[in-house]
């Protein structure tokens, strides 16, 4: 009894190692990011150990609002995909190649390996496929526009700097006038009232006073002499 339950076992055991699909996984890309509308190509590798036919069917998984997985499988007759089969070879690597990318297409894509004779299935790593739209420009300027309006802006603030500099001046100056005009108003009244006599010094009232003298030259001919005073 106890040899038939052994041999049941090992029975079991063979058939269940039979079952199983013998490929070898490549490691994936992990992470892709691409624009929207660009162009993207995932790739599945594995290496075979056997001259079985495996197929192999591309799987996304979507993130959902309740924080599951939506799996379904790849629509590769949808025109803007393309799956590349290889040759059978010791190596095998699908490429997936999606066009005109929409932001529906994230999510991750893996490859479902499978085989008529064996009812064990087998999910490559996948990659992750991120879209994303760019910024929108609120207005779309050439170069020459942006440009212009750069020396615009420079103009600008430099009339800005300019400017008050200069009124600064002016109102300088004119501050200046102010000052010398009232200094010349402050001299003419505290010379007003006065007589141009009050100013004249000593030495002028000298020589504006009339010439006397206690002397008198006297000449007689054949000879000269001085009157005593």
């Known amino acids: ?12 055991v063979s058939v269940s190692k039979g ?19 660009e162009t993207v190509t995932l790739e599945c590798c594995y290496g075979k150990s056997s001259g079985d036919y495996v197929a192999h069917n591309w799987i996304i998984s ?37 066009m005109a990318l929409q932001p529906s297409d994230a999510g ?12 064990v299935k087998v999910l490559s790593h996948g990659t992750f496929l991120q879209v ?4 929108g420009k609120i207005l779309n300027l050439s170069e020459n526009v942006k440009n212009n309006i750069l020396t615009a802006q420079g103009i600008l603030l ?6 008050p500099g200069a009124k600064l001046l002016f109102k ?37 006073a009339p010439a006397e003298t206690n002397y008198e030259d006297v000449y007689i001919e054949g000879e000269a002499c001085l009157e005593k005073p």
Do not use: W
């Not at 009894?1 to 079991?12: A, Q």
């Not at 994303?132 to 910024?135: A, V």
């Not at 430099?158 to 400017?163: H, K, N, Q, S, T």
């Open 1 to 12: 009894m106890v040899l038939v339950i052994i041999f049941l076992l090992c029975s079991i």
């Open 19 to 37: 079952q199983r699909l013998r490929v070898t996984l490549e490691a994936d890309r992990p992470f892709v990011r691409k624009q929207v509308l």
């Open 62 to 98: 979507k993130l959902i609002a309740n924080s599951t997985h939506d799996l379904q499988r790849v629509n590769v007759t949808d025109l803007r995909f393309k799956d590349e089969t290889p040759k059978d070879r010791s190596k095998v690597c699908h490429k997936l190649i999606i």
């Open 108 to 119: 991750l894509y893996q490859c479902l390996l499978h085989n008529s004779k064996h009812s």
């Open 132 to 135: 994303y739209k760019p910024m």
């Open 158 to 163: 430099l009339l800005c700097v300019l400017l």
């Open 172 to 208: 300088t100056k004119q501050i200046h006038v102010l000052e010398k005009k009232k200094a010349m108003r402050e001299e003419e009244n505290i010379y007003e009232g006065l007589r141009i006599e009050d100013f004249s010094s000593p030495y002028d009232q000298i020589q504006r």
